[in-house]
Nanobody
């Protein structure tokens, strides 16, 4: 069982920045691949970025060049630094990991970007 708790969302003007955090309750955090997804109103949940235990990263095209995913294994936390935010980035952002074929999700954190 893994519990994920996101934080750091909020209201920001276009062009601004936010850093999301996701704290995981597991003793094997360092080997888990951690991901961020987002879901805008009336849209499907979509992939944003992921980081493997090795530190290798993958980004959605919409996130490349603006978002940076990172992790601190000592704190069991994964981060998503979001710069140059756009109104279309408005969504609930979710943290995710997979363990033994089971997917785990946090409760989400709302990000609202005003124009």
């Amino acid at each position: 069982q893994v519990q994920l708790v996101e934080s750091g969302g909020g209201l920001v003007q276009a062009g601004g920045s936010l850093r999301l955090s996701c704290a995981a309750s597991t003793g094997i955090f360092s080997i888990l691949t951690m991901s961020w997804y987002r879901q805008a109103p009336e849209k499907q949940r979509e992939f944003v970025a992921r980081i493997a235990g090795s530190g290798s990263t993958v980004y959605a095209d919409s996130a490349k060049g603006r978002f940076t995913i990172s992790r601190d294994n000592a704190k069991n936390t994964v981060y998503l630094q979001m710069n140059s935010l756009k109104p279309e980035d408005t969504a609930v952002y979710y943290c995710n990991c997979q363990l033994a074929s089971q997917g785990y999700w946090g409760q989400g954190t709302q990000v609202t970007v005003s124009s």
